[in-house]
T-cell receptor
Framework: GEDVEQSLFLSVREGDSSVINCTYT??????LYWYKQEPGAGLQLLTY?????DMKQDQRLTVLLNKKDKHLSLRIADTQTGDSAIYFC?????????FGKGTRLHILP | SQTIHQWPVTLVQPVGSPLSLECTVE??????LYWYRQAAGRGLQLLFY??????ISSEVPQNLSASRPQDRQFILSSKKLLLSDSGFYLC?????????FGSGTRLTVV
């Protein structure tokens, strides 16, 4: 079946690292994604990882993929107030993308 | 450049009224197009997707329907809205890897 699970909330102090975790079910996904949604806005592709990769780093963002456990994580280094948003993990079996319910990241001063 | 447009931005409709949300894409041809709904406190639910003109796949049975009358136009409709149809509706198109989303339509059914 198709199911993407992630925790609903995460609170992190400004300047610390944020780690958002996700599990997925479909091993046929070519790509796995992290999307960011700011209040009242649509979704913005934050980063993605090809399914044959283990890690991808892009400035403050690090994506780790464990294909054996079907586990994906997003690490945001030096978390800033502008990182406050909902982060969606997603897999893409076939021609459609399946999202998790989203993790709301709250930044503490 | 490739862009996606959705309208209206916000909509308040009474129960039982019809609905038509429109999405158009520019700068590409034969895109895969998608309609998602984000209800309060819930994640993104895939409603419909289309891989070509007149081709619609429905993911969730409901009182909504979709049509693709032109290559870059995707329409979400309902003949009679229910309270449970309230939510944030997002159109998206697939460009190789990843999806590009429109800015969304917030629908409130009263």
């Amino acid at each position: 079946g198709e199911d993407v699970e992630q925790s609903l909330f995460l609170s992190v102090r400004e300047g610390d690292s944020s780690v958002i975790n996700c599990t997925y079910t479909d091993s046929s996904s070519t790509y796995l994604y992290w999307y960011k949604q700011e209040p009242g806005a649509g979704l913005q592709l934050l980063t993605y990882i090809f399914s044959n990769m283990d890690m991808k780093q892009d400035q403050r963002l690090t994506v780790l993929l464990n294909k054996k456990d079907k586990h994906l994580s997003l690490r945001i280094a030096d978390t800033q107030t502008g990182d406050s948003a909902i982060y969606f993990c997603a897999e893409d079996p076939d021609d459609k993308i399946i999202f998790g319910k989203g993790t709301r990241l709250h930044i503490l001063p | 450049s490739q862009t996606i447009h959705q309208w209206p931005v916000t909509l308040v409709q009474p129960v039982g009224s019809p609905l038509s949300l429109e999405c158009t894409v520019e700068g590409t041809s034969n895109p895969n197009l998608y309609w998602y709904r984000q209800a309060a406190g819930r994640g993104l639910q895939l409603l419909f997707y289309s891989v070509g003109i007149g081709q619609i796949s429905s993911e969730v049975p409901q009182n909504l329907s979709a049509s693709r009358p032109q290559d870059r136009q995707f329409i979400l409709s309902s003949k009679k809205l229910l309270l449970s149809d309230s939510g944030f509706y997002l159109c998206a198109w697939r460009r190789g890897y990843g999806y590009t989303f429109g800015s969304g339509t917030r629908l409130t059914v009263v």
